[in-house]
């Protein structure tokens, strides 16, 4: 049973362009919600995360928005360039020591 | 920094054999580590939570007695397939939950282990 539900499964925009992807959870006792972005062959690395008493966050090019009430936050990628060309997975937990639940992961390409 | 390595990083064994993978936490201490399982072009599935001094916590479908799971220091995690057969040929990903000052638990992961059983 998938705990977080995340679309689109791939996305495709140009230079400069914003990507934005949504995830949907149902479990209201989740508290905390990471975005990872993996390449090829590599482990997946914290992009950025949010906890649900803000309702947006930004870190340089990526913002989390985050609509408690709608059970959904999504990613968005400003300015998007070739090198953000990667999967990124969403995902959600409880507290300490509960593992995360992921999302089926994006497939972003940026083209040039 | 919050640094988690893997050791090895790809290995290939014949069937039947056995293969241990590390999961270091490098500049943190971790009492909670989680080991992750990963086919091609798929999310993460999770195998087991484990807990440093205690025996691991498996998820459904997950062979105890195949997958081993040690967990003997604050910086040590290892996992051992044993009697690898070629279904279990996959990426293996471990992660190692830090908590900062604030009491926040943030998990990172480590660069995969790519086992190919032949």
């Known amino acids: 049973q998938q705990q977080v539900k995340q679309s689109p499964q791939s996305l495709i925009v140009q230079k400069g362009g914003i990507s934005i992807i949504n995830c949907a959870y149902e479990?209201?006792?989740?508290?905390?919600f990471p975005w990872y972005q993996q390449f090829p062959g590599k482990g997946p690395a914290l992009l950025i995360a949010?906890?649900?008493?803000?309702s947006e966050k930004k870190e340089g090019r990526f913002t989390i928005s985050f609509n408690k009430s709608a059970k959904q936050f999504s990613l968005h990628i400003m300015d998007s360039q070739p090198g953000d060309s990667a999967t990124y997975f969403c995902?959600?937990?409880?507290?300490?020591?509960?593992?995360?639940?992921f999302g089926k992961g994006t497939s972003l390409l940026v083209t040039p | 920094g919050a640094v988690v390595s893997q050791h090895p990083s790809w290995v290939i064994c014949k069937s039947g054999t056995s293969v241990k993978i590390e999961c270091r936490s490098l500049?943190?201490?971790?009492?909670?580590m989680f080991w992750y399982r990963q086919f091609p072009k798929q999310s993460l599935m999770l195998m087991a939570t484990s807990n440093e001094g205690s025996k691991a916590t498996y998820e459904q479908g997950v062979e105890k007695d195949k997958f081993l799971i040690n967990h003997a220091s604050l910086t040590l995690s290892t996992l051992t397939v044993t009697s690898a057969h070629p279904e279990d040929s996959s990426f293996y990903i471990c992660?190692?939950?830090?908590?900062?000052?604030?009491?926040?638990?943030?998990?990172?992961f480590g660069p995969g282990t790519r086992l190919l059983v032949l």
């Open positions: 992660s190692a939950e830090k908590t900062s000052g604030r009491g926040m638990e943030t998990q990172y």
């Open positions: 500049d943190f201490q971790a009492t909670t």
């Open positions: 479990n209201t006792a989740f508290d905390y």
């Open positions: 995902a959600a937990s409880i507290s300490s020591g509960y593992a995360l639940n």
């Open positions: 949010i906890r649900p008493d803000v």
